[in-house]
């Protein structure tokens, strides 16, 4: 496993680079969740902890089918939740938090997903990452949702160096351009799944090589031939 780090944290201008190269390489970047409006992402991003987009996606389409509202999913109910999502894991606690966010949804907000944080963060299942996805898929905010890529990619660059999730949110919304932030979630996100990936960075073949200050990334480049080879026009899935 590649644990080492980066020997410096980026500087404003390296990060800009380093997003604008990300941006050049995969320029329609968007979540792979599948989900129709914003109570289905919210549902689709509470049922992703812990779990793949993919994995997810093969029980919402038959969940949404049956359940495409607050007030249908609670009509059925945390058994019937569960019997849909039972191949991801927590399933049972998923199930519960779902329905359970589905009558708050009701009874508290007419049925609507509220469009600010605390409202958001005080529905059952939904943390501060859960929070920021929605905030900036469905309501167009620049906000950072710190995943398992992101946290490892702030560390391994240099771009976010942090101890916590909130650090590295905090390091990367103080040094990704502003007019950059929002769509820089989707960029980083893709870039840990297929290119930047935990074990095995693919350093031969990133954009985000000159900028990056991960330690290693001329060894991992100099034992694939020493030059870059050119990215594919769709990434390739090999999973988390
Ligand atoms: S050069 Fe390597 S470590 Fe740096 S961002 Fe690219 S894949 Fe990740």
């Not at 993919?54 to 049956?66: A, I, M």
């Not at 943390?127 to 391994?156: C, P, Q, W, Y």
Request: glycine fraction near 8%; include cysteine.
């Amino acid at each position: 496993m590649t644990n080492a780090s980066a020997r410096r944290p980026m500087t404003k201008p390296e990060a800009r680079r380093f997003i604008t190269a990300l941006a050049e390489a995969n320029p329609n970047a968007e979540s792979e969740l599948v989900f129709t409006d914003t109570f289905t992402l919210l549902v689709a991003v509470v049922l992703s902890a812990q779990a793949t987009d993919k994995s997810v996606n093969k029980v919402t389409g038959g969940l949404f089918h049956d359940a495409p509202d607050p007030a249908a999913m609670i009509r059925l109910g945390e058994d019937g939740i569960a019997a849909h999502i039972r191949t991801i894991g927590l399933w049972r606690a998923k199930a519960r938090n779902v329905f359970l966010l589905s009558r708050k949804l009701v009874t508290d907000h007419q049925g609507e997903v509220p469009s600010d944080r605390a409202s958001l963060e005080a529905l059952p299942g939904v943390g501060r990452k859960t929070a920021n996805v929605v905030l900036n898929v469905a309501f167009g905010e620049s906000a950072m949702a710190v995943d398992t890529h992101i946290f490892r990619i702030g560390n391994r660059t240099g771009l976010a160096p942090g101890k916590t999730t909130r650090q590295v949110e905090d390091g990367l919304i103080s040094r990704i351009p502003p007019d950059m932030l929002r769509p820089a979630h989707h960029w980083l996100i893709l870039h840990g799944r297929y290119i930047c990936k935990a074990r095995s960075p693919e350093c031969w073949r990133c954009a985000g090589f000159d900028p990056c200050q991960f330690k290693d990334k001329k060894i991992r480049r100099e034992a694939h031939g020493g030059t870059a080879v050119p990215m594919p026009e769709r990434p390739v899935d090999t999973t988390d």
